[in-house]
Structures are given as C-alpha cells and as structure tokens.
C-alpha cells in the first residue's frame, strides 16, 4: 500500500476505493520494471489509468506508452428512457451519453505513458509483449471475462501482477470460476476492498486460458469457485463469496442467511442514516432471490 501516493490521483472521478488509488499507484511505482507492458481493462473515467501511470512516473519510468487502458466510453441509459444524472467526486455524467471526453481530461497529465483505446474490448487482440501489470474492471458478463482471460493472462510472466477489482463483489460467479480454475498459476496475495490481487508463479498456457469453464457448463464450476476462499478474509468478503456461489448455483441463499446472520445484522446498523439507494447486506439477499427466481443469473 502506497500511504504516500499523491493527492492529484485521490480527487479524480471513478469508483475506486482511496485505498485502492493507493494500490494501483504502488503496483506501477514498486512492481513495474520498465521490461513489459502494463493493462488497464476497463478506465471508466480514467482513474485507474492515472494511478498506474502516476506510480510509474513515481519509479521514473521512461514515458513510452507502457499502459494499454480499454474504454467502451459509455455507461447505457434506462430502456424507459429516463435520465439519469450521476456524480463521480466533481464530475457530473449523464448515462447514455459518451463520457470519453472526461477520461480524456482525466489521464492528461500523464498521456506520455498510456495508449488509450475507447471502444468494445471484445474486438481487441493483445500482441503477446509481456504484461508485467494488469488491471482488470471490464468483465461484466462471461463473454467478456472470457476474452480478458483468454488475450491477456498468456501474456503474465513468473512475477507479474493481476488484479480483478470485482472480485469480492457478490455477482459475476464466472470471475471466481476463471480464478480457481487457474489456481496453478497464480498465487493470491492480498484484498484491496473488492479488488483481488494475485501474482503469477506459471506462465498460463494459450491452450488453458482459450477454455472457459463457466461457458463450457464445467461439472467442476463450483470446485473451482470455492477454491478462491482465501485465509484471513473479513466477514464481508466471506459473505460476498458465498452469495456469489448462489448466483453460480442458484441455490442456497436460506442456509447463507444463517450463516452470515451476525454479518447481516451488523452491516445494516452501517447502513443506517447513508444517503441515496441502500445497498446493505439484506438488500442484496433479496436481490439474489429475485433474479435467482427470474432466471437471470
């Protein structure tokens, strides 16, 4: 963890958690040798993206391009075609509308390092040069989990570094899949919020990451994602995983409600008094069973 990273990247809109800003400022300052690239799957407003490359710039890194950041540019509007107007740190958006001009803006001052791609990142293809960093906050539905694994994770050397920052998040149970099926290759070293870091100890062959588990209806699907239950996780991380593996199995939310019951209560009396949608842990149980029941997992 970066305690010392700069003030200019805790302020830019996005998503992330300070700590993770920190995070990703200390992998590109302390873990990036210079020898390969770094991947930015999915910069939303470029945060991310300035992290990296304000840490590189830290480790006095040549400005060559090192960082590769996918962007699509746009967040969909409401099929009822309501507006909806949301606020990251100063920034207001309005979805449906392109906000490239924004992440544009946002990685400015270090565009020396970064080679920006706005559009589907499914209609990428990775050269294969070493990725040394890869950062990953794209993979909202199994196509795309898939295509990250299969064009980027070859491209991990022995000691290079992925993060998934929407692991410990209690949806998308194919990321979880992808990493236990892929538990020989890399090592879990730490949480970051939702983000999950690992570090490579065998290069993944092309063969292993072209095959999908979660898309190829594997029976081991559920040996896999109960592989990524980790040691020493917080009580919060332990019921994401479980709720995520009822989404995989679309079964157990009854027997998770008891065992979870102490972190529910208690993550409602943290909720208490928050502005705008509440989000706690009773809400995203209810939430689990209705699309549970509509099929839509």
């Known amino acids: 963890m970066a305690e010392d990273a700069p003030e200019e990247i805790m302020g830019l809109p996005g998503m992330l958690s300070l700590k993770e800003r920190q995070m990703l400022f200390a992998l590109g300052r302390d873990h990036y040798s210079g020898n390969g690239q770094i991947i930015d799957a999915g910069s939303f407003m470029g945060c991310s993206t300035s992290c990296l490359a304000a840490g590189v710039k830290a480790g006095q890194q040549a400005p060559e391009k090192q960082i590769h950041a996918y962007e699509l540019g746009i967040l969909p509007a409401p099929a009822n075609g309501q507006t909806i107007i949301r606020k ?52 909202k539905t199994p196509e795309l989990n898939a295509h990250v694994t299969r064009q980027f994770f070859p491209s991990i050397p022995v000691g290079g570094y992925l ?19 892929l538990s020989e290759y890399f090592e879990w070293v730490g949480r970051v919020y939702t983000s999950s870091i690992w570090r490579c100890v065998k290069q993944v062959p092309q063969d292993v990451a072209d095959y999908d588990p979660y898309l190829e209806k594997d029976p081991k699907c559920r040996e896999y994602h109960e592989m990524t239950v980790y040691d020493d996780l917080g009580k919060d991380a332990l019921f994401m995983l479980d709720l995520s593996l ?29 502005e705008g949608k509440r989000r706690d842990a009773r809400f995203r149980i209810e939430r689990a069973r209705k699309l549970i029941a509509e099929g839509n997992i």
Request: proline share 3%; glycine share 10%; charged share 25%.
């Open 88 to 139: 990251f740190g100063d920034i207001k958006y309005e979805q449906g509308k392109s906000f490239v001009p924004i992440l544009k803006d946002t990685i400015k001052p270090w565009w020396g390092y970064i080679d920006l791609n706005v559009g589907d990142i499914l209609q990428e293809n990775w050269d294969g040069d070493h990725i040394e960093i890869c950062f990953v906050d794209v993979c």
């Open 163 to 181: 993060v998934n920052q929407d692991f410990f998040f209690d949806r998308l149970p194919y990321v979880k899949v992808t990493m236990g099926y």
């Open 246 to 274: 009822s989404y995989l199995t679309g079964e157990g939310l009854d027997e998770l409600e008891g065992k979870h019951h102490e972190f529910i209560e208690h993550n409602a009396t943290v909720w208490e008094g928050r």
